[in-house]
C-alpha cells in the first residue's frame, strides 16, 4: 500500500490548516504519531474520504495499480461511529455477522461507555469487508487489560488487511510496519505526581449513591471531595464513572438511589464531558473560552494555552486532544470546583504534563477536581484514588 501526501492544505472558517509532506509504502500496520493538532486525524479522514483537501494531494493506493482507495474510518470520539440505537442494527448496518456479539445485541448505543463503544466500533472495522482500515486513537478510554488485548488484536488483523492507526499510545511500536512522526517531539517523560495537603472544607458530599440505567445498576460511591484537593474516580470500561460524574453534574435523567449533597451553586461548577466535541457550538475558540471562563478571560485562556493567534478560528478545526485541553483550561480559570471525565484521553504525554501541571496550579488556589481514569498510570496524579473495580 501507498500513501502519498503533497501540499495538502484545507481551509476551516477563519483558519487553514496544512498537513505535512508524506510518501511511504507500507504491507501491515502503518502507525501516525504525533503532539495533538499534528494532523493525524485530518490525515486518517481524508484517506477515508470524510474531508477533501483545498489543495495538494492525498492519495492512498495499492503498489500494483494506480486504483485510489478508500478506507473504513473509525473515530476517535467512540459515539459518533453508530448512527442506529441498537447494537444488532449497527452490526447488519456495517455489514458484519453477529456472532460474538450476542451480548451487546440488545444493547442500547446510549446506553453503553466510551470504553465499550470504542472496543465495540474497533472490532466491527476489523471484521468489516472494506480492505483498509484507519483507526484514530483506537485504544483511548480503554482500560490497560482492554488496551493491551486490543492493540494484539489490531496488530494479528494487519496481517490480512492493511491498517492505520493515529495514536499516541506505545503499545503499537513493537508491531508496527512502520512509524511515522507528523512532527517533531522529543521524548517527554510524565510529570511527578505531587500529592496536596488535606483540607476539611467540603464541597461535595455523595452517600451510598447507586446510578441505574435501563436493566444496568452501577455500584455505591460515597465520597467527599474537599476544597483544593484532587480525587480520580478509577474503574474499568462500563463501571459506571461517566454516569456517576455525569450525575452528579445535574446531566442526564438517569435513576439513582441514596444522595449527593453540593456546598457549590451551579455557576462555581465546571465540566468537561467524556466527548468534547459535544461542548463546542459557538463560531470561534473565543467565544468558546467565554461560555466557559467568562469574556474578562479569554486573552489569560488563549495565553496560557499559547493560542493567541488562535482566538477567531472555528473550534472545530481543532483537533480532538486540543478540544479537550481548551475546555479543560477554560474551566480551571474561572470554577471552584471541575469535574472531568477522562481528561487525559487522546493526549500525548507533553499535552499530559500541561494538563497535570495545570492540575496543581488550581489545586494550590483552592479549586477542588474529580476527574476519572481508567488507567493507572492517569491516577497517579491525585491525592485520593477511589476504585469502581
Same mark, same amino acid.
Given at each position: 500500500?501507498?500513501?502519498?501526501?503533497?501540499?495538502?492544505?484545507?481551509?476551516?472558517?477563519?483558519?487553514?490548516?496544512?498537513?505535512?509532506?508524506?510518501?511511504?509504502?507500507?504491507?501491515?500496520?502503518?502507525?501516525?504519531?504525533?503532539?495533538?493538532?499534528?494532523?493525524?486525524?485530518?490525515?486518517?479522514?481524508?484517506?477515508?474520504?470524510?474531508?477533501?483537501?483545498?489543495?495538494?494531494?492525498?492519495?492512498?493506493?495499492?503498489?500494483?495499480?494506480?486504483?485510489?482507495?478508500?478506507?473504513?474510518?473509525?473515530?476517535?470520539?467512540?459515539?459518533?461511529?453508530?448512527?442506529?440505537?441498537?447494537?444488532?442494527?449497527?452490526?447488519?448496518?456495517?455489514?458484519?455477522?453477529?456472532?460474538?456479539?450476542?451480548?451487546?445485541?440488545?444493547?442500547?448505543?446510549?446506553?453503553?461507555?466510551?470504553?465499550?463503544?470504542?472496543?465495540? $466500533?474497533?472490532?466491527?472495522? &476489523?471484521?468489516? @469487508? *472494506?480492505?483498509? +482500515?484507519? =483507526?484514530?486513537? !483506537?485504544?483511548? /478510554?480503554?482500560?490497560?487489560?482492554?488496551?493491551?488485548?486490543?492493540?494484539?488484536?489490531?496488530?494479528?488483523?494487519?496481517?490480512?488487511?492493511?491498517?492505520?492507526?493515529?495514536?499516541?499510545?506505545?503499545?503499537?511500536?513493537?508491531?508496527?510496519?512502520?512509524?511515522?512522526?507528523?512532527?517533531?517531539?522529543?521524548?517527554?517523560?510524565?510529570?511527578?505526581?505531587?500529592?496536596?495537603?488535606?483540607?476539611?472544607?467540603?464541597?461535595?458530599?455523595?452517600?451510598?449513591?447507586?446510578?441505574?440505567?435501563?436493566?444496568?445498576?452501577?455500584?455505591?460511591?460515597?465520597?467527599?471531595?474537599?476544597?483544593?484537593?484532587?480525587?480520580?474516580?478509577?474503574?474499568?470500561?462500563?463501571?459506571?464513572?461517566?454516569?456517576?460524574?455525569?450525575?452528579?453534574?445535574?446531566?442526564?435523567?438517569?435513576?439513582?438511589?441514596? $444522595?449527593?449533597?453540593?456546598? &457549590?451553586?451551579? @455557576? *462555581?461548577?465546571? +465540566?468537561? =464531558?467524556?466527548? !468534547?466535541?459535544? /461542548?463546542?457550538?459557538?463560531?470561534?475558540?473565543?467565544?468558546?473560552?467565554?461560555?466557559?471562563?467568562?469574556?474578562?478571560?479569554?486573552?489569560?485562556?488563549?495565553?496560557?494555552?499559547?493560542?493567541?493567534?488562535?482566538?477567531?478560528?472555528?473550534?472545530?478545526?481543532?483537533?480532538?486532544?486540543?478540544?479537550?485541553?481548551?475546555?479543560?483550561?477554560?474551566?480551571?480559570?474561572?470554577?471552584?470546583?471541575?469535574?472531568?471525565?477522562?481528561?487525559?484521553?487522546?493526549?500525548?504525554?507533553?499535552?499530559?504534563?500541561?494538563?497535570?501541571?495545570?492540575?496543581?496550579?488550581?489545586?494550590?488556589?483552592?479549586?477542588?477536581?474529580?476527574?476519572?481514569?481508567?488507567?493507572?498510570?492517569?491516577?497517579?496524579?491525585?491525592?485520593?484514588?477511589?476504585?469502581?473495580?
Amino acid at each position: 500500500m501507498q500513501l502519498t501526501v503533497r501540499g495538502a492544505s484545507y481551509k476551516f472558517r477563519s483558519n487553514n490548516v496544512s498537513l505535512p509532506d508524506i510518501d511511504t509504502s507500507f504491507t501491515g500496520l502503518l502507525v501516525l504519531k504525533g503532539r495533538i493538532g499534528s494532523g493525524k486525524t485530518l490525515l486518517l479522514k481524508t484517506i477515508g474520504g470524510v474531508f477533501a483537501p483545498e489543495s495538494g494531494i492525498v492519495q492512498l493506493s495499492e503498489l500494483c495499480s494506480p486504483k485510489m482507495i478508500q478506507g473504513y474510518f473509525v473515530h476517535s470520539q467512540a459515539e459518533f461511529n453508530f448512527i442506529t440505537g441498537l447494537i444488532g442494527d449497527e452490526l447488519d448496518f456495517a455489514g458484519v455477522s453477529k456472532a460474538g456479539f450476542e451480548r451487546f445485541l440488545n444493547r442500547n448505543v446510549n446506553e453503553m461507555s466510551g470504553g465499550e463503544l470504542k472496543a465495540l $466500533s474497533v472490532h466491527m472495522a &476489523l471484521l468489516a @469487508a *472494506e480492505d483498509v +482500515v484507519l =483507526l484514530d486513537e !483506537p485504544l483511548d /478510554m480503554l482500560d490497560d487489560a482492554m488496551a493491551a488485548e486490543m492493540a494484539v488484536f489490531i496488530a494479528e488483523s494487519a496481517k490480512t488487511k492493511p491498517i492505520i492507526v493515529a495514536t499516541h499510545d506505545k503499545h503499537f511500536d513493537a508491531y508496527a510496519d512502520k512509524i511515522i512522526h507528523m512532527d517533531f517531539n522529543e521524548l517527554v517523560e510524565p510529570i511527578e505526581p505531587v500529592k496536596g495537603e488535606a483540607n476539611q472544607d467540603i464541597l461535595l458530599e455523595t452517600k451510598a449513591l447507586s446510578v441505574q440505567l435501563g436493566q444496568r445498576s452501577f455500584p455505591e460511591v460515597s465520597l467527599e471531595l474537599t476544597q483544593g484537593e484532587i480525587v480520580c474516580l478509577y474503574g474499568c470500561n462500563g463501571c459506571g464513572k461517566t454516569l456517576f460524574t455525569r450525575t452528579i453534574a445535574g446531566i442526564g435523567r438517569w435513576s439513582y438511589l441514596g $444522595s449527593y449533597d453540593w456546598q &457549590l451553586p451551579r @455557576a *462555581e461548577r465546571g +465540566v468537561c =464531558l467524556q466527548f !468534547p466535541e459535544q /461542548m463546542a457550538y459557538q463560531e470561534t475558540i473565543a467565544d468558546e473560552i467565554a461560555d466557559n471562563a467568562g469574556k474578562e478571560n479569554i486573552d489569560k485562556v488563549l495565553d496560557i494555552l499559547g493560542w493567541q493567534e488562535r482566538g477567531k478560528h472555528s473550534p472545530f478545526s481543532l483537533s480532538d486532544g486540543e478540544k479537550r485541553t481548551l475546555y479543560i483550561i477554560s474551566l480551571l480559570v474561572k470554577n471552584k470546583a471541575c469535574i472531568f471525565d477522562e481528561p487525559f484521553a487522546g493526549l500525548d504525554q507533553q499535552s499530559v504534563n500541561f494538563i497535570v501541571e495545570h492540575f496543581y496550579k488550581a489545586r494550590a488556589r483552592g479549586i477542588s477536581i474529580l476527574y476519572t481514569a481508567n488507567r493507572i498510570a492517569d491516577s497517579v496524579y491525585a491525592d485520593r484514588v477511589l476504585s469502581l473495580s
